[in-house]
């Protein structure tokens, strides 16, 4: 699978947009880009995922660049329960998520 | 519409006891993972399994460790005769279909004293 890089950490102010950066320029044709999170002690929860085209659903919008390189993904209005470990993943549309060590993130009020 | 239940949430054992780590699918998910969380390391992919068969098993030890998926019940991770390094959060996840969107269940804390 492909190798991602994200920073490993950011914050954001409450109620402004997160913009939480990937990249994965070795991303071969076939695989996707899926984002989870995890909050402090609790499982992983899907955020979103995409292939080639932007996506956009109720919790977030990712934004995958034309040649694919890279990705970002969009929390619109973050807030204090946002505060968790995202995770960037690139792989095949199948079961096998290989997950990094992250981006954490801090919403701050 | 229950998501992914997992139990014990936290279970203690001593050295050398067995650990029994349940897990219950969404409805209407017939595919079933296991992944292992150790300390200050990200999620590994362990086993996938479907009812009554293992189809993948390529993340687990090779020694200790079991899986099943009966017809009947949920799926069990067991671990046998555990050590300290066994000690990790076990997360359970499910699918309607081995390409689809795989949630995750609260997962389950193993401490080995």
């Known amino acids: 699978d492909a190798k991602t890089t994200q920073p490993p950490s950011m914050d954001c102010a409450e109620g402004r947009a997160a913009n939480l950066p990937c990249n994965h320029s070795?991303?071969?044709?076939?695989?996707?880009v899926y984002w989870y999170r995890q909050i402090h002690s609790q499982g992983p929860q899907y955020i979103i995922h995409g292939l080639k085209n932007n996506e956009t659903n109720e919790m977030a919008s990712l934004i995958i660049t034309e040649d694919r390189k890279s990705s970002t993904l969009i929390l619109p209005h973050a807030t204090l329960r946002d505060t968790a470990v995202y995770y960037c993943?690139?792989?095949?549309?199948?079961?096998?998520?290989?997950f990094g060590a992250g981006t954490t993130v801090t919403v701050r009020a | 519409n229950a998501g992914v239940m997992q139990n014990p949430r936290h279970l203690v054992r001593r050295r050398g006891q067995e650990a029994r780590l349940r897990c219950s699918p969404m409805?209407?998910?017939?595919?079933v993972y296991w992944y292992r969380q150790l300390p200050e390391e990200g999620l590994k992919f362990m086993v996938y399994?479907?009812?009554?068969?293992?189809?993948?098993e390529s993340g687990m030890p090779k020694e200790r460790f079991s899986a099943e998926f009966p017809k009947e019940g949920p799926s069990i991770l067991r671990i046998q005769q555990v050590v300290r390094g066994d000690s990790a959060a076990y997360f359970c996840?499910?699918?309607?279909?081995?390409?689809?969107?795989?949630?995750f269940g609260e997962g389950s804390w193993l401490t080995v004293v």
């Open positions: 399994l479907q009812k009554e068969n293992i189809i993948d």
């Open positions: 993943i690139v792989g095949p549309n199948d079961y096998k998520l290989s």
């Open positions: 070795t991303i071969s044709g076939n695989e996707y």
């Open positions: 409805k209407g998910h017939s595919h």
């Open positions: 996840a499910s699918s309607t279909d081995p390409g689809n969107t795989i949630y």
